[in-house]
C-alpha cells in the first residue's frame, strides 16, 4: 500500500479506497448472486467469476490510477457473486461444517500466500504492477479446475427473492456480524503493515508479521465452522473471538515492540471471526434457497458497512497525523461485533 500511494501519489483516505470499492462491489452486487443462481448452475457461475477476476487482476498491472481502480472493481464484483452462491451450494452438497470450514480456510490461505509474497513479489517485478498482475492466474487455474464441474453440472439453486427475510432479525443479526468483522479484517489487513512501520518495524518484516496474522487464521477459519455446526449456541465461541480481536490490536496500541505476539493473537480472533460469519447463514438457513438468500442479505448489507472501513481509518490518519486514533477506531469495530451477532448465535426452535 506505501509504495503504490507513493508512486501514484494517492493520499491515506484514497488509497483506502482500494480496498472500499471492491467491498462496495461485494456489497451491491451481493443480492445478484440466488438471482443469477435460480439460471445457471453455480459451477458455471463460478468458472465466469474466476475469469472476470484474472481479467481485473491483470488490468491492475497495467500501471496508472484508472487501470488500477478499474482492475479491482471487476476483480471485487466477480468475488462478489462468487461468495454469495458458494454458501448455497455447500448446503445443497451437505456436510455443512466441514465444507464451509474448508471455504473459510481457502479464503484465509489465499490473504496469506498473498500477505508473505507481496514484498517478494514487488522485489522480483522491481515494481507493485507485475506484483498485482500476477495473481490473475491463481483466477485462470480455479476457472480450469471448475470448467469439467460446470459441464457435469445442470442444476441451479431455487433462491427465492430476499425480500422476506428483511424483517427477519437473525438475518439482520448475521449481517451486521458480518459487516462489522469484515471492516475490522479489511481495515487492519489495509493499513497494520504501515502502522507497524511507524513504530520503527522495518518494511519487510511488517509485511512478514502481517502475513504470520493472516497465516495464524486458517486454523480457526476451518476449525470455528466445524465446532459451530455442532453447538446449539454460538455464544462462547463469539464472545472468544471478540475477546482475541480485541487483545490483538490493543496490544499493538499499546505495545507494538511486541508486535509478533500481538498478530498471532489477532490473527486467531480474525480467522474465527471469517469461519463464523460464513457458517451463520448455513446454520440458520432452513434450506439451500434460504441460504443463499440469507448469504446475500449478510454479504449485500454486510460489505456495504465493511466498504468504508479502510478508507475510515486512512482518512482518521490524515486528520490526526498518526496511527493510535484509527487504532481506537478499529477497537470500536471489534467490539461491536458481540451484539450485533447475539441474536443470531444461539438457535431459536420456534424461529430456526
Same mark, same amino acid.
Given at each position: 500500500?506505501?509504495?503504490?500511494?507513493?508512486?501514484?501519489?494517492?493520499?491515506?483516505?484514497?488509497a483506502?479506497?482500494?480496498?472500499?470499492?471492491?467491498?462496495?462491489?461485494?456489497?451491491?452486487?451481493a443480492?445478484? +448472486?440466488?438471482?443469477?443462481?435460480?439460471?445457471?448452475?453455480?459451477?458455471?457461475?463460478?468458472?465466469?467469476?474466476?475469469?472476470? $477476476?484474472?481479467?481485473?487482476?491483470? @488490468?491492475? +498491472? &497495467?500501471?496508472?490510477?484508472?487501470?488500477?481502480?478499474?482492475? $479491482?472493481?471487476? #476483480?471485487?464484483?466477480?468475488?462478489? &457473486?462468487?461468495? /454469495?452462491?458458494?454458501? @448455497?451450494?455447500?448446503?445443497?452438497?451437505?456436510?455443512?461444517?466441514g &465444507?464451509?470450514?474448508?471455504?473459510?480456510?481457502?479464503?484465509?490461505?489465499? @490473504?496469506?500466500?498473498?500477505?508473505f509474497?507481496?514484498?517478494?513479489?514487488?522485489?522480483?517485478?522491481?515494481?507493485?504492477?507485475?506484483?498485482?498482475?500476477?495473481?490473475?492466474?491463481?483466477?485462470?487455474?480455479?476457472?480450469?479446475?471448475?470448467?469439467?464441474?460446470?459441464?457435469?453440472?445442470h442444476?441451479?439453486?431455487?433462491?427465492?427473492?430476499?425480500?422476506?427475510?428483511?424483517r427477519?432479525?437473525?438475518?439482520w443479526?448475521?449481517?451486521a456480524?458480518? *459487516? &462489522?468483522?469484515?471492516?475490522?479484517f479489511?481495515?487492519?489487513?489495509?493499513?497494520l503493515?504501515?502502522?507497524?512501520?511507524?513504530? *520503527?518495524?522495518?518494511?519487510?518484516?511488517a509485511?512478514?508479521?502481517?502475513?504470520? !496474522?493472516?497465516?495464524?487464521?486458517?486454523?480457526?477459519?476451518?476449525?470455528?465452522?466445524?465446532?459451530?455446526?455442532?453447538?446449539?449456541?454460538?455464544?462462547?465461541?463469539?464472545?472468544?473471538?471478540?475477546?482475541?480481536?480485541?487483545?490483538?490490536?490493543?496490544?499493538?496500541?499499546? #505495545?507494538?515492540?511486541?508486535?509478533?505476539?500481538?498478530?498471532?493473537?489477532?490473527?486467531?480472533?480474525?480467522?474465527?471471526?471469517?469461519?463464523?460469519g460464513?457458517?451463520?447463514?448455513?446454520?440458520?438457513?432452513?434450506?439451500?434457497?434460504?441460504?443463499? !438468500?440469507? $448469504?446475500?442479505?449478510?454479504?449485500?448489507?454486510?460489505?456495504?458497512? #465493511?466498504?468504508?472501513?479502510?478508507?475510515?481509518?486512512?482518512?482518521?490518519?490524515?486528520?490526526?497525523?498518526?496511527?493510535?486514533?484509527p487504532?481506537?477506531?478499529?477497537? /470500536?469495530?471489534?467490539?461491536?461485533?458481540?451484539?450485533? @451477532?447475539?441474536?443470531? $448465535?444461539v438457535?431459536?426452535?420456534?424461529?430456526?
Amino acid at each position: 500500500m506505501h509504495d503504490v500511494r507513493a508512486d501514484l501519489g494517492l493520499s491515506a483516505a484514497a488509497a483506502g479506497l482500494l480496498t472500499t470499492g471492491p467491498l462496495l462491489c461485494l456489497g451491491i452486487l451481493a443480492p445478484l +448472486g440466488p438471482r443469477i443462481a435460480r439460471r445457471m448452475p453455480v459451477e458455471r457461475l463460478l468458472v465466469a467469476c474466476a475469469l472476470a $477476476t484474472a481479467v481485473g487482476c491483470g @488490468a491492475r +498491472g &497495467l500501471g496508472g490510477t484508472l487501470p488500477l481502480f478499474a482492475g $479491482t472493481l471487476l #476483480a471485487g464484483a466477480a468475488i462478489a &457473486l462468487a461468495q /454469495v452462491v458458494i454458501p @448455497a451450494l455447500i448446503r445443497a452438497r451437505g456436510g455443512a461444517g466441514g &465444507l464451509t470450514g474448508a471455504f473459510s480456510m481457502s479464503l484465509v490461505s489465499g @490473504a496469506t500466500i498473498a500477505a508473505f509474497a507481496a514484498i517478494p513479489l514487488e522485489r522480483a517485478f522491481n515494481g507493485w504492477q507485475g506484483a498485482l498482475a500476477i495473481w490473475g492466474l491463481p483466477a485462470l487455474v480455479a476457472a480450469a479446475i471448475w470448467i469439467p464441474l460446470a459441464r457435469a453440472s445442470h442444476d441451479s439453486v431455487r433462491a427465492p427473492e430476499p425480500h422476506p427475510l428483511l424483517r427477519d432479525p437473525v438475518a439482520w443479526s448475521i449481517a451486521a456480524f458480518f *459487516g &462489522l468483522q469484515s471492516m475490522c479484517f479489511y481495515s487492519s489487513t489495509s493499513w497494520l503493515p504501515e502502522i507497524l512501520q511507524s513504530s *520503527g518495524i522495518s518494511e519487510g518484516r511488517a509485511g512478514t508479521l502481517n502475513g504470520v !496474522s493472516n497465516l495464524v487464521q486458517v486454523i480457526p477459519a476451518f476449525a470455528v465452522p466445524v465446532l459451530a455446526a455442532r453447538a446449539a449456541s454460538q455464544r462462547p465461541l463469539l464472545l472468544a473471538i471478540v475477546a482475541f480481536t480485541l487483545a490483538g490490536i490493543a496490544g499493538v496500541l499499546a #505495545a507494538p515492540h511486541v508486535a509478533l505476539i500481538w498478530m498471532i493473537v489477532l490473527g486467531i480472533g480474525q480467522g474465527a471471526a471469517l469461519g463464523l460469519g460464513l457458517i451463520l447463514p448455513v446454520l440458520r438457513g432452513r434450506t439451500a434457497a434460504e441460504v443463499a !438468500s440469507m $448469504t446475500a442479505l449478510a454479504m449485500g448489507f454486510g460489505y456495504l458497512i #465493511a466498504a468504508w472501513g479502510p478508507a475510515l481509518l486512512g482518512a482518521v490518519h490524515d486528520a490526526t497525523g498518526g496511527w493510535d486514533a484509527p487504532l481506537v477506531v478499529l477497537l /470500536v469495530m471489534a467490539a461491536l461485533q458481540a451484539p450485533a @451477532a447475539w441474536r443470531a $448465535t444461539v438457535r431459536i426452535p420456534h424461529q430456526r
